[in-house]
């Protein structure tokens, strides 16, 4: 399974960007999609997830809620990140993840996309 991420790029405070994760190899079996960042020095943190089943159950870290939404394609196993009002601390590289069941252990695996960088101006 390989995650190819895209859409980071340079903006304003209060912009938008819009990021998108394309997998390819085998993806029947993904629970959860998401997005991580990480800063300079710190570790990575989870920025939102959706399930695939349920409906798409969404969750979001406190910092982004309200101003991120994150969407899928099942059809395609992709996920989608908007980012509406951004912050000069929402800078980081932004990374997708996909959790990954398997019939054999470890039974979940996680993959990781190769990071987006995402930058916001003051």
């Known amino acids: 399974v390989q995650l190819q991420a895209s859409g980071g790029g340079l903006v304003q405070a209060g912009g938008s960007l819009y990021l998108s994760c394309l997998p390819s190899?085998?993806?029947?079996?993904?629970?959860?999609m998401g997005w991580y960042r990480q800063q300079p020095g710190k570790e990575r943190e989870m920025v939102a997830q959706?399930?695939?089943?349920?409906?798409?159950?969404?969750h979001y870290s406190d910092s982004v809620k309200g101003r991120f939404f994150i969407s899928r394609d099942n059809a395609k196993n992709t996920v989608d990140l908007q980012m509406n009002g951004l912050k000069p601390e929402d800078t980081a590289i932004y990374y997708c993840?996909?959790?990954?069941?398997?019939?054999?252990?470890?039974?979940?695996?996680?993959?990781w996309g190769q990071g987006t960088q995402v930058t916001v101006s003051s």
């Open positions: 993840n996909a959790k990954i069941a398997s019939a054999t252990p470890p039974y979940e695996t996680n993959y």
């Open positions: 190899g085998r993806m029947n079996r993904w629970n959860i």
């Open positions: 959706i399930t695939k089943l349920n409906g798409g159950i969404t």
